[in-house]
Nanobody, 117 residues
Framework: QVQLVESGGGVVLAGGSLNLSCAAS????????MSWYRQAPGNERELVAR???????NYQESVRGRFTISRDNVKQTTALQMNDLKLEDTGEYYC???????????WGQGTQVTVSS
């Protein structure tokens, strides 16, 4: 049974930091791409960052230089370090996993991030 469990969300002032974590189980973690998506009220879910099985990371332009995605293949976790948070970073953040061939995809339940002024 695949499980992706996010944690680390909360309320933070603009300019602050949060670290999100996703604990994974039930699939071959080290060979899967891991991603973070977010969804703000009234908006579509969007890709924030992705890390490949080899550790290469890609970011949405709006978060590049502020967010860092990482993975630990031994602990089967992926993290998203978010610095210099902005009001527009507010949303529900979801962990996602998929193999390189993208034949399947799994979602976590989400964790809320609220950035206040």
């Amino acid at each position: 049974q695949v499980q992706l469990v996010e944690s680390g969300g909360g309320v933070v002032l603009a300019g602050g930091s949060l670290n999100l974590s996703c604990a994974a189980s039930g699939f071959p973690f080290s060979s899967y791409y891991m991603s973070w998506y977010r969804q703000a009220p009234g908006n579509e879910r969007e890709l924030v960052a992705r890390i490949t099985s080899s550790g290469r990371a890609n970011y949405q332009e709006s978060v590049r230089g502020r967010f860092t995605i990482s993975r630990d293949n031994v602990k089967q976790t992926t993290a998203l370090q978010m610095n210099d948070l902005k009001l527009e970073d507010t949303g529900e953040y979801y962990c996602h996993s998929m193999p390189q061939d993208r034949t399947v995809g799994y979602w976590g339940q989400g964790t809320q991030v609220t950035v206040s002024s």
